[in-house]
């Protein structure tokens, strides 16, 4: 079992940032990769950002890439979501997820096996 705790959400001003952090423990060694999501009010759950370990390759949706960054600590067992020049759209509570299959872009929630409780982020206009 592998718990995932995130924090660092909140309200910003549109073209500001935020830091998200997923804290991760239990069986980490056997997860393949680790994703961000998020979900806004009456919409579907979308990939955001994510990482195989494997290869270290790096995954964005289209519409964060080149204003977020995810980042891993090993050390302290610790996904980050850096978030610039934030924008009302990216509203959503934002999930930390780990997948313990291994998937060449997994870039699709019903690839991951853990999931943390999400932490809301308001962007104001």
């Known amino acids: 079992q592998v718990q995932l705790v995130e924090s660092g959400g909140g309200l910003v001003q549109a073209g500001g940032s935020l830091r998200l952090s997923c804290a991760a423990s239990g069986s980490t060694s056997g997860t393949y990769s680790m994703g961000w999501f998020r979900q806004a009010p009456g919409k579907e759950r979308d990939f955001v950002a994510a990482f195989t370990r494997i290869g270290r390759s790096t995954y964005y949706a289209d519409s964060v890439k080149g204003r977020f960054t995810i980042s891993r600590d090993n050390s302290k067992n610790t996904v980050y979501l850096q978030m610039n020049a934030l924008r009302p759209e990216d509203t959503a509570v934002y999930y930390c997820?780990?997948?313990?299959?291994?998937?060449?872009?997994?870039?699709?929630?019903?690839?991951?096996?853990?999931w943390g409780q999400g932490t809301q982020v308001t962007v104001s206009s």
């Open positions: 997820a780990a997948a313990r299959t291994f998937y060449a872009a997994p870039t699709a929630s019903r690839m991951y096996d853990y």
